[in-house]
């Protein structure tokens, strides 16, 4: 998705896009990396107007991904959505600064240079903030047992995995220690 500089200082400019997530490196890599498979393509609104010395971006982002529960395995999917407002300040000569956070943490602010500003890194960005560095199915999930792999969630195994076990690791540990 670009924003046309000359376009949006003459009027507000509407955008609507529909990719695949491969078309975004930075999901293409969550992808590659197991971390999540998308099962909707990503789904863009965004308007931008000039505002004195900038372009003031706000927009939807929207997915849906499928996650492997970290606790207990199971696949679950999980929609994502997103809205964001994004500030592209063009970059002085030979000052073209990282990408700066602002004390409030909806608002992004980011600078450009040339005639056109590609908004795809910070599409990727907002649908990555969104998915789950440790998904789970539920919050109460109770994950598989660290004994025999039971899923918990489904029945207790019966297994010993009480307290008593890791406090005598523990000790063990701190005699090595000595
Ligand atoms: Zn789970
Ligand atoms: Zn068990």
């Not at 393509?41 to 997915?63: C, F, K």
């Amino acid at each position: 998705m670009k924003i046309r500089i000359d376009e949006v200082k003459r009027k507000q400019v509407d955008l609507s896009e529909e990719e695949p997530a491969s078309h975004y490196e930075n999901l293409a890599k969550m992808e590659q990396a197991g971390e999540c498979s998308f099962i909707e393509p990503v789904r863009t609104q965004l308007s931008a107007v000039w505002e004195y010395d900038h372009v003031r971006a706000t927009g939807t982002v929207e997915t849906a991904v499928r996650l492997s529960c970290s606790r207990c395995l199971t696949e679950y999917e999980l929609p994502v959505s997103s809205s964001f407002t994004i500030f592209y300040t063009e970059a002085s000569d030979g000052q073209f600064d990282e990408e700066v956070e602002l004390s409030d943490e909806d608002l992004i602010s980011v600078s450009f240079q040339g005639d056109e500003i590609v908004v795809d890194d910070e599409i990727a960005e907002q649908v990555m903030m969104e998915v789950p560095f440790k998904p789970l199915c539920r919050e109460e999930c109770q994950g598989l047992c660290s004994e025999c792999g039971a899923d918990l969630n489904l029945k207790e195994c019966g297994c010993d995995r009480g307290g008593i076990n890791l406090k005598m690791s523990a000790l063990k540990k701190i005699s090595i220690d000595k």
